[in-house]
């Protein structure tokens, strides 16, 4: 069973930088898609950016375009989110996900737990 687990939240200023990670500890990743989504209080949880495991093909939303990055570590079986320039409006949960289908969803069957994300002065 695929388990996912994220890590490096925290309290940022605006302007400031967080990386998170999402490790699969003991899982074979290949023709996996990993992505991240986010979800804010009160609102729906929305895509931030997904990579392919396999070819290291990258798509971000266009509110992070720019501003954030998602790579992937394979020795290290990781995947991370580079966040640049850390907005208010970037405060959320942030979850990484799995699917096999090459792109992931809100239906994707494997999440992690989620890390906070705060972005205040």
């Known amino acids: 069973q695929l388990q996912l687990v994220e890590c490096g939240g925290g309290l940022v200023q605006p302007g400031g930088s967080l990386r998170l990670s999402c490790a699969a500890p003991g899982f074979t990743l290949d023709y996996y898609a990993i992505g991240w989504f986010r979800q804010a209080p009160g609102k729906e949880r929305e895509f931030v950016a997904v990579i392919d495991w396999s070819d290291g093909r990258a798509r971000h939303a266009d509110s992070v375009k720019g501003r954030f990055t998602i790579s992937r570590d394979k020795p290290k079986n990781t995947v991370y989110l580079q966040m640049n320039s850390l907005k208010p409006e970037d405060t959320a949960v942030y979850y990484c996900?799995?699917?096999?289908?090459?792109?992931?969803?809100?239906?994707?069957?494997?999440w992690g737990q989620g890390t906070q994300v705060t972005v205040s002065s």
């Open positions: 996900n799995a699917d096999t289908a090459g792109m992931t969803t809100l239906r994707s069957p494997y």
